[in-house]
């Protein structure tokens, strides 16, 4: 239950920084959280009260809860994103920088009594599975009671936070205010030599849940770097052939490129009546690590639920992502649908349901089917428990972890980039990720629809300089006794007509098993420019409206698009320029060599 008294398991220094911190923000009242259930109904209690929530039809949305963010504040902000440190140096060219002292006094005259009127609430958090070395633990200080509760979903809340820490001084500090969410006046600040993020003037995803990208992304990177694991924006998932071997599979695709959809794909039924399973340990971050007694990779997911794109999401594309949100979801900014009972229903486009003849949209407007605008925001996002999933892994909540035999690419590109292909090999497949090219999307704020570089798919991620991170990258090998192989895919290419070639979700499981067999030693493959592809009848295409004509145009690359394609990674390379790891030259030199 919440409560004014720390708990006995917080230690000295845990209350000498949230008492100096009080003292800064002078809340009315400060409410330490247990994370127990009872707590979980109080604090939505506390936001219907508020307004903070709206409690949704109990009987078709049992424990879920609607919330709109101030219209100004629906997506992350890159460009109110900072990386504190002495010197730019250590931000590196990809990053926004503030000097850490600079940055800590502007945030130190925001937070200044800011918390006047309000409640503070010590959140204490684990990012990772108890017991797992990599497990860390967080406390982040908010008076967002949206932020408490998508917490309580999130990460692993409450005292066992706490028990793990012990006398410990060494868990992330997460500081967080809404202030009067003024993007004038939003600041989200990380200073990894401090272990210390302050989070200003936004309430949304991830700017304010502290323990997601500010922590599990841009502070842990960091400390990856330094004590050799790795901190990635990916999905984990299982495959269980009909071999009955379990083969795992990490991916990362930039932000609203796929993650969670493929993360919960659902094999076509002739897949699943041949004994094809797949599973989901994370749908958005992993951690991995180099085990020493094998020398092969390991991952956990270092989070508790999932913070999905809700527009799109249906029982077609993806089914188990509605069984997740059946139950205990907390939707923000889709269209509220009032009920003649006076209960609320949700919608969002392109879900299960007909457009309603009247709903509120994502900014409170009334909103009718002939309305010009989108009734739920492109970026409205689902916030479901991980243990709803009904294909959750069971290694999901194992602290050694699961072992990566694939780490996959992806990107959402209209052109040139084929539906899959392997990299020869673990350097080839660094110089792939690192050049990823993707289209933007509502998940940040910005222009829209334009291919940039997304190294990794964590341009927005990496705590620290890019340079470190791709030397980190490409040193990791060394670790390694045997590596995972490394795969490239795009699910969104499209024909002249500007329709997607290849049907996507579900179907996906027939990439993905040229993918597993690749890794297995079953699959054949012919070497091209890019790497080593499929050819037409490699992939699987009975059963879908895909001609072997059609695969092949999405597999085929000419010399012409290869070097358009090495043209454009060019942004990349000139922003690294004199700091481009020699492995990031040679191969590209390698790739023209081979044109
Ligand atoms: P973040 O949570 O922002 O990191 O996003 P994500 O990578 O988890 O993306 P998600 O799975 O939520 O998908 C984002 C959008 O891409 C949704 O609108 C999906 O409908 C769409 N999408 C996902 N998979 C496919 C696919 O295989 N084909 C096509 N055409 N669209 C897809
Ligand atoms: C992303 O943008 O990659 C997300 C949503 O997963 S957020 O938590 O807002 O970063
Ligand atoms: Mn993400």
């Given at each position: 239950m919440l409560s004014t008294t720390p708990p006995e398991a917080a230690n000295v220094h845990v209350l000498r920084w949230v008492d100096s911190v009080v003292k800064h923000c002078t809340p009315d009242t400060v409410l330490w959280c247990d994370g127990s259930a009872e707590e979980k109904a109080e604090v939505l209690k506390r936001g219907v009260a508020d307004g903070t929530f709206i409690q949704l039809n109990q009987k078709k949305w049992p424990g879920c809860y609607y919330h709109r963010s101030n219209s100004n504040d629906v997506a992350r902000t890159e460009h109110l994103t900072f990386i504190c440190t002495p010197s730019k140096d250590l931000a590196g060219p990809t990053n926004n920088w503030m000097n850490?002292?600079?940055?800590?006094?502007?945030?130190?005259?925001?937070?200044?009594?800011?918390?006047?009127?309000?409640?503070?609430y010590v959140i204490p958090f684990l990012m990772g599975v108890p017991g797992s070395k990599l497990a860390k633990v967080g406390v982040q200080l908010t008076d967002s009671l949206y932020v408490v509760a998508n917490m309580a979903v999130m990460t692993r809340m409450g005292n066992l936070a706490f028990d793990e820490l012990k006398?410990?001084?060494?868990?992330?500090?997460?500081?967080?205010?809404?202030?009067d969410v003024n993007p004038e006046r939003r600041y989200i600040c990380h200073f990894p030599q401090d272990n210390t993020i302050w989070s200003f003037g936004s309430g949304y995803g991830g700017n304010a849940l502290l323990g997601k990208k500010c922590m599990a992304l841009r502070i842990a990177s960091y400390l990856a770097r330094q004590q050799d694991w790795m901190a990635e924006h990916m999905l984990l998932m299982g495959v269980r052939s009909p071999e009955g071997e379990k083969s795992y599979l990490a991916a990362a695709f930039p932000s609203a490129c796929g993650k969670t959809n493929f993360a919960m794909l659902i094999p076509p039924k002739k897949y699943k009546d041949a004994g094809w399973e797949v599973t989901t340990v994370g749908d958005d971050i992993v951690w991995m690590w180099v085990d020493e007694a094998s020398g092969k990779l390991r991952a956990i997911n270092p989070e508790a639920g999932y913070?999905?794109?809700?527009?799109?999401?249906?029982?077609?594309?993806?089914?188990?992502?509605?069984?997740?949100?059946?139950?205990?979801?907390?939707?923000?900014?889709?269209?509220?649908?009032?009920?003649?009972?006076?209960?609320?229903?949700?919608?969002?486009?392109?879900?299960?349901?007909?457009?309603?003849?009247?709903?509120?949209?994502?900014?409170?407007?009334?909103?009718?089917?002939?309305?010009?605008?989108?009734?739920?925001?492109?970026?409205?996002?689902?916030?479901?428990?991980?243990?709803?999933?009904?294909?959750?892994?069971?290694?999901?909540?194992?602290?050694?972890?699961?072992?990566?035999?694939?780490?996959?690419?992806?990107?959402?590109?209209?052109?040139?980039?084929?539906?899959?292909?392997?990299?020869?090999?673990?350097?080839?497949?660094?110089?792939?990720?690192?050049?990823i090219g993707s289209e933007t999307t509502a998940a940040a704020t910005g222009q829209q629809g334009v291919v940039r570089r997304d190294p990794m798919a964590m341009l927005p991620f990496i705590g620290y300089n890019i340079r470190d991170y791709l030397v980190h990258w490409f040193q990791m090998r060394k670790k390694m006794v045997d590596c995972p192989r490394i795969f490239m895919v795009n699910w969104f290419r499209k024909n002249d007509q500007g329709k997607f070639v290849w049907p996507g979700f579900g179907e996906n499981m027939r990439v993905l098993k040229w993918i597993i067999d690749r890794c297995n030693g079953r699959a054949y493959a012919r070497e091209t420019v890019l790497g080593w592809m499929p050819r037409a009848q490699d992939i699987d295409l009975d059963g879908i409206n895909v001609s072997p004509e059609e695969l092949q145009s999405l597999e085929s690359v000419t010399p012409e698009d290869v070097k358009a394609e090495i043209m454009s990674q060019e942004e990349l390379f000139l922003k690294l320029a004199g700091d481009l790891p020699k492995e990031m030259i040679f191969q590209r030199e390698l790739l023209i060599t081979r044109l």
């Amino acid at each position: 239950m919440l409560s004014t008294t720390p708990p006995e398991a917080a230690n000295v220094h845990v209350l000498r920084w949230v008492d100096s911190v009080v003292k800064h923000c002078t809340p009315d009242t400060v409410l330490w959280c247990d994370g127990s259930a009872e707590e979980k109904a109080e604090v939505l209690k506390r936001g219907v009260a508020d307004g903070t929530f709206i409690q949704l039809n109990q009987k078709k949305w049992p424990g879920c809860y609607y919330h709109r963010s101030n219209s100004n504040d629906v997506a992350r902000t890159e460009h109110l994103t900072f990386i504190c440190t002495p010197s730019k140096d250590l931000a590196g060219p990809t990053n926004n920088w503030m000097n850490d002292q600079d940055a800590y006094a502007k945030l130190r005259g925001l937070f200044a009594g800011c918390m006047k009127g309000r409640t503070m609430y010590v959140i204490p958090f684990l990012m990772g599975v108890p017991g797992s070395k990599l497990a860390k633990v967080g406390v982040q200080l908010t008076d967002s009671l949206y932020v408490v509760a998508n917490m309580a979903v999130m990460t692993r809340m409450g005292n066992l936070a706490f028990d793990e820490l012990k006398q410990d001084r060494s868990f992330t500090r997460c500081v967080h205010s809404l202030g009067d969410v003024n993007p004038e006046r939003r600041y989200i600040c990380h200073f990894p030599q401090d272990n210390t993020i302050w989070s200003f003037g936004s309430g949304y995803g991830g700017n304010a849940l502290l323990g997601k990208k500010c922590m599990a992304l841009r502070i842990a990177s960091y400390l990856a770097r330094q004590q050799d694991w790795m901190a990635e924006h990916m999905l984990l998932m299982g495959v269980r052939s009909p071999e009955g071997e379990k083969s795992y599979l990490a991916a990362a695709f930039p932000s609203a490129c796929g993650k969670t959809n493929f993360a919960m794909l659902i094999p076509p039924k002739k897949y699943k009546d041949a004994g094809w399973e797949v599973t989901t340990v994370g749908d958005d971050i992993v951690w991995m690590w180099v085990d020493e007694a094998s020398g092969k990779l390991r991952a956990i997911n270092p989070e508790a639920g999932y913070f999905g794109v809700v527009p799109g999401t249906n029982s077609k594309s993806n089914p188990n992502a509605m069984a997740c949100i059946r139950k205990d979801t907390i939707f923000t900014n889709v269209a509220l649908v009032p009920l003649e009972d006076g209960t609320y229903d949700v919608w969002w486009e392109d879900g299960d349901w007909p457009a309603p003849a009247k709903a509120i949209d994502w900014q409170g407007h009334e909103w009718t089917p002939n309305a010009p605008g989108k009734a739920a925001h492109p970026n409205s996002r689902f916030t479901a428990p991980s243990t709803n999933n009904p294909v959750l892994d069971p290694a999901y909540n194992d602290p050694e972890g699961v072992r990566v035999s694939a780490i996959v690419f992806g990107g959402r590109r209209s052109r040139t980039i084929p539906l899959v292909y392997q990299a020869f090999n673990w350097i080839h497949g660094v110089y792939i990720g690192a050049t990823i090219g993707s289209e933007t999307t509502a998940a940040a704020t910005g222009q829209q629809g334009v291919v940039r570089r997304d190294p990794m798919a964590m341009l927005p991620f990496i705590g620290y300089n890019i340079r470190d991170y791709l030397v980190h990258w490409f040193q990791m090998r060394k670790k390694m006794v045997d590596c995972p192989r490394i795969f490239m895919v795009n699910w969104f290419r499209k024909n002249d007509q500007g329709k997607f070639v290849w049907p996507g979700f579900g179907e996906n499981m027939r990439v993905l098993k040229w993918i597993i067999d690749r890794c297995n030693g079953r699959a054949y493959a012919r070497e091209t420019v890019l790497g080593w592809m499929p050819r037409a009848q490699d992939i699987d295409l009975d059963g879908i409206n895909v001609s072997p004509e059609e695969l092949q145009s999405l597999e085929s690359v000419t010399p012409e698009d290869v070097k358009a394609e090495i043209m454009s990674q060019e942004e990349l390379f000139l922003k690294l320029a004199g700091d481009l790891p020699k492995e990031m030259i040679f191969q590209r030199e390698l790739l023209i060599t081979r044109l």
